[in-house]
């Protein structure tokens, strides 16, 4: 380069220093001696500093002291006088000036070239060494650079006037660990090239101007909280982490074109585009909300889960993708009026869950919005629970497998609409759907659905039920609708819960290969059923875990022409009609008929009729039971063909307004012909009921009960022993308050090893005698109850139950679903569980095994030890609210109760801490058999008194009335209570066994 053309830009390298010397020399009024210009040599090394400011090929570097600060703004877009300026407060620049490109050395503000040429100056590096400024003024003209600050230790960085960068070559990058940037009264600031704000963990970048325009410049963020605003177009995302919350708002779309990972909450809103958040590796831990006005919303989080808040399109779909979804806020698809909406599109790509049940959110298939699952790399999801107001309309487009559970919900319908393509649904566990309106899963196109278990709560009467199953299927709930259910296979009703029809609607059951209903209820309602058996199979009622029940209300009719069979244990009721043709109904040993309807809110007790048009056949040991109310309402069977009624058990319960009086007549049991006689009257052909005798007549065309004898019902309760030594039960029938030792009398029932116990197993209030057998210490035993009252003792009247139990426990008895008859109970003192057991109904004089019902495994308390000695098992009745009994144990006097209704536990395992006392809250110490029982006259509550029977001394103690203690029985004896004070005591050959050695001392 020509030196004319040096020279014309700036001096030549030494001229400024000649001229300081010269200067220097002329004003002095000194001697130029050698301490002088010694002197002046010192003052020029302390002027010559390292720059803080400078030029490095077309880079202007920028050092700030600590403490300075500085504003970046433009007033030009010219040479160092009219282009950027960076303006120090309170302090001046050093550095060397080159004209015309970078000025400002000893002042207060540096002015720098921000013309086009990109050769002239690039880029401005401002670096902070600590407690710095950085603002970003006004820019008359475009700043034609890019920029970076880097702060050590930094202070702020502010925007407070519009700041506008000039094209895509001008990038910005803020490295401040722990700063804010911040924007204040006319901040905007408006990006060209990609753009990147490190702020570490601890700084927030709030850049909230409703003027800001980043021109979807890729914008990479870390930082603390981060608000982020484009009142002009789009924003989009790069690689970013924010350790805090994003708040990010746009006219146009918002994207991220690189991962983003929040960890905090994520809200997004786009008032003019849609909101695209999908990229490989993005990450939102906390809740994302998302506002379109009419765009799409997709969340999409592959490799982690999805928490959704608010999500709000104006029709536009939202697409959500995660490995889990849940939901805090609701999804809303619909316009400004409700009228149409956007879709949802849902996927979980690693066999997750999808939980979006929100009462609030909005997608009204009835307007257009459908949901839809489909595949993101894997067709098998854990698990689905959708709700939404309106319409639900779903659709699989992608043939997923369901493993756990499906939940469909709406205010309105429920339908699977698969006319678009879709596939059939495929469901390996539960699927629940609830719906305020119509239930269609019985589209043509639906014929492979396969669900496994289908519960169903449908409100609407006048909306249908439609379901239809390639396979065999569990179907249960509650149906206002009509109903229909169509399967391949197997149909079994409840199972798990109650299926009731609670309207008069009509239902059509149709099976290929059979129909069961299994240990539930069946309320069929009022409307008309029909049940059809492809292969001309009988509907089976079966319990093997519980009570099967199939019922008809009144007015209503099951037309069931292949017959109904009724296994042990199971019930066939009603008040209306089963119209079962030629094929009849079989009552196997152990099932009960008889009307009475248990799904009607209130049913009026006269005269409730249960008609059967068909045969009645009862196998041995079948169940007939009716209910006496008054003098002159009693429920009737009434058969229309022959009731074959060999060796059937009759059972009556008589309610508690019925006052008995001699020769009150009944029919209860009314057909074209009756054929044989009960099996389980005494030889005068009567029954005894709570010390109520009829005498019973069967005559060709009907059952009738008369009363004959009127005895007086033990109101209170008495005790009594059990001598395991001698397998020998004693009852003494005297009041405890005048109390007779020698009244009692004996019962000898079991083998020696087993474990006695009583309870009033045929619920006629006379107590029952019950062993439970170990086979061993480590095999589950069996339960032996005898089904004759105590007072009229048949030893071969009775039942057994299937094995259960460890070979470890001790039994107990007690009313677990409130019906008046005792269930039977073990307690595993290893677990500290009361396993409570639920039983059929029991007919007097019944022989053979019955099933068993509910079974619940209820952990209370702790294991009773050296350290914690408690004295488990003990049985009451002490809450006046509570349907079933309660369980608990003793505890060094007091008496801990489990404070819940076991009746409203589900089977299986519960764990109970909740407990009170009864009253005495001491009574007794630790070592003593926890009782209870009605010692005194009954209260209105009829809740039991504590009582205690202490071993070591044979003696009773009883809490109320005048706190007696009696002397009864031997050491080694167990103490029992029960009704049967003032029992007549039978007349028994007098033996040597019990009776001689009673009270004998051993020794």
């Known amino acids: 380069m020509p030196l004319s053309l040096l020279a014309s830009r700036a001096a030549g390298p030494l001229s400024s220093l000649k001229k300081f010397f010269a200067d220097a020399a002329r004003k002095s009024e000194c001697p130029l001696d050698r301490f002088s210009a010694a002197a002046e040599v010192e003052g020029l090394g302390d002027r010559i500093v390292p720059a803080n400011f400078s030029l490095n090929g077309t880079t202007l570097n920028v050092l700030l002291l600590p403490d300075e600060s500085v504003t970046v703004s433009t007033i030009g877009n010219g040479a160092s006088d009219n282009g950027g300026v960076l303006t120090l407060d309170g302090t001046t620049w050093s550095g060397s000036n080159t004209m015309d490109v970078v000025v400002g050395d000893g002042q207060v503000i540096l002015g720098f070239d921000n013309s086009n040429d990109d050769m002239i ?34 202070k702020s960085i502010t925007n407070p006037e519009a700041f506008a960068f000039d094209d895509g070559n001008d990038t910005l990058k803020v490295t401040a660990t722990g700063v804010d940037v911040t924007q204040s009264g006319n901040g905007k600031l408006t990006l060209s090239g990609a753009t990147t704000f490190d702020l570490g963990t601890t700084g927030d970048l709030i850049l909230d101007s409703e003027n800001n325009d980043t021109n979807a410049v890729d914008l990479s963020v870390i930082a603390a909280n981060v608000e982020l605003v484009d009142g002009d177009g789009s924003l989009a995302l790069v690689e970013s982490t924010i350790s805090g919350n994003l708040d990010a708002k746009a006219v146009g779309s918002i994207t991220d074109n690189g991962d983003v990972v929040v960890a905090g909450t994520t809200t997004v809103e786009s008032t003019g585009g849609s909101i695209t958040l999908d990229a490989a590796e993005t990450k939102l831990v906390g809740a994302v909300n998302a506002k379109t006005d009419g765009g799409s919303v997709q969340l999409d989080t592959v490799t982690s889960d999805l928490i959704v808040g608010d999500v709000t399109t104006k029709t536009g779909n939202v697409i959500l993708i995660g490995k889990n979804i849940s939901q805090t806020g609701a999804i809303d698809t619909s316009n400004d009026d409700d009228t149409v909406f956007g879709d949802l599109y849902l996927s979980t790509p690693t066999v997750g869950n999808i939980i979006l049940n929100n009462a609030e959110n909005f997608v009204d298939g009835a307007k257009g919005g459908e949901v839809f699952i489909f595949s993101t790399g894997s067709t098998i999801f854990n698990s689905l629970d959708v709700f939404t107001k309106g319409d639900l309309d779903f659709q699989d487009n992608s043939g997923i497998q369901i493993l756990t559970e499906l939940s469909l919900g709406a205010e309105g319908g429920v339908a699977n609409d698969n006319d678009n393509n879709g596939t059939a649904l495929t469901v390996f566990g539960l699927t629940s759907i609830t719906s305020g309106g119509e239930v269609d899963l019985f589209n043509n196109d639906n014929a492979d659905n396969d669900f496994n278990e289908l519960k169903v709560v449908q409100t609407d009467p006048d909306s249908p039920v439609a379901i239809k199953d390639k396979s065999s299927l569990v179907f249960w709930g ?88 009724v296994g042990s244990g199971s019930e066939l009721k009603g008040d209306g009609t089963f119209d079962v043709g030629t094929s009849g109904v079989m009552i196997e040993e152990g099932g ?171 619920g006629d209030g006379i107590v029952n005698v019950a062993v439970y057998r170990d086979v061993s210490d480590t095999e589950p035993g069996f339960f032996i109850i005898n089904t004759s009252p105590i007072n009229a003792f048949d030893p071969a009247a009775f039942i057994t139950t299937p094995f259960i139990g460890n070979g470890d426990e001790v039994p107990f008895a007690g009313d677990w679903d409130g019906d008046g008859d005792a269930d039977l109970g073990l307690y595993r003192n290893a ?114 008194q504590r009582a205690i029977y202490r071993g070591e001394t044979a003696t009773f103690s009883i809490s109320s009335g005048s706190q007696p203690n009696i002397v009864f029985g031997l050491v080694g004896d167990q103490g029992l209570t029960g009704n049967f004070v003032g029992l007549p005591l039978p007349v028994v050959p007098v033996t040597e066994s019990l009776v001689d050695s009673f009270f004998e001392e051993e020794g």
């Open 831 to 944: 677990d500290a569980t009361y396993v409570t057991i639920n039983l059929p109904e029991i007919a007097v004089g019944q022989t053979g095994e019955v099933a068993l019902g509910t079974v619940r495994n209820i952990v209370f308390g702790n294991p009773s030890s050296v350290e914690n000695p408690t004295d488990p098992p003990a049985v009451g009745r002490f809450l006046v609210n509570s349907v079933a009994d309660q369980i608990g144990f003793g505890a060094q006097g007091t008496l801990d109760m489990a404070n819940v209704d076991i009746a409203t536990l589900p089977a299986g395992n519960s764990s109970i801490t909740e407990f009170f006392n009864p009253d005495p809250f001491v009574f007794g110490t630790t070592g003593d058999q926890q009782l209870a029982g009605v010692f005194t006259e009954v209260s209105a509550d009829g809740l039991d």
């Open 592 to 762: 009960v008929v008889g009307a009475g309807d248990p799904y009607a809110e209130s049913m009026s007790p006269e005269n409730i009729q249960l008609d059967i048009l068909g045969d009645l056949t009862f196998s041995p040991g079948g169940i007939i039971r009716d209910k006496i109310f008054t003098s002159d309402d009693v429920d009737l069977v009434n058969v229309s063909g022959t009731a074959t009624i060999t060796d059937t058990n009759l059972i009556l319960f008589l309610d508690e307004a019925f006052a008995p009086q001699i020769g009150d007549s009944f029919v209860l049991l009314t057909a074209d012909s009756v054929v044989g006689n009960f099996g389980n009257l005494n030889e005068d052909n009567q029954l005894i009921v709570d010390g109520v005798t009829f005498d019973i007549v069967i005559d060709a065309t009907s059952v009738t009960a008369t009363v004959s004898d009127v005895a007086p019902t033990a109101m209170i309760d008495g005790i009594g022993l059990y001598r395991p030594s001698a397998a020998e039960f004693v009852f003494n029938t005297s009041d405890v308050f005048n109390f007779v030792p020698d009244q009692f009398f004996t019962v000898g029932f079991g083998l020696v090893g087993d474990q006695g116990f009583i309870g009033d197993f045929t």
């Open 478 to 565: 509650s149906i206002a609708g009509e109903l229909q259910v169509d399967v391949g296979n197997f149909l079994t009703l409840g199972g798990v819960f109650d299926l009731v029809l609670t309207e008069d609607k009509d239902a059509l059951f149709d099976a290929d290969l059979g129909i069961e209903i299994l240990d539930f209820g069946v309320g069929l309602g009022a409307g008309e059923s029909g049940f059809v058996v492809g292969n001309g199979a009988p509907v089976k009622v079966t319990s093997v875990d519980g009570t099967g029940i199939l019922s008809v209300s009144e007015g209503g009719t099951a037309e069931i022409m292949d017959g109904i069979v």
């Open 121 to 154: 100056i690039s880029k401005v590096n401002i670096v902070g060494q600590g407690n710095n400024s950085v603002t970003l003024g006004e820019t008359v003209a475009n700043f034609d650079e890019s920029l970076t600050v880097t702060l050590t230790d930094g």
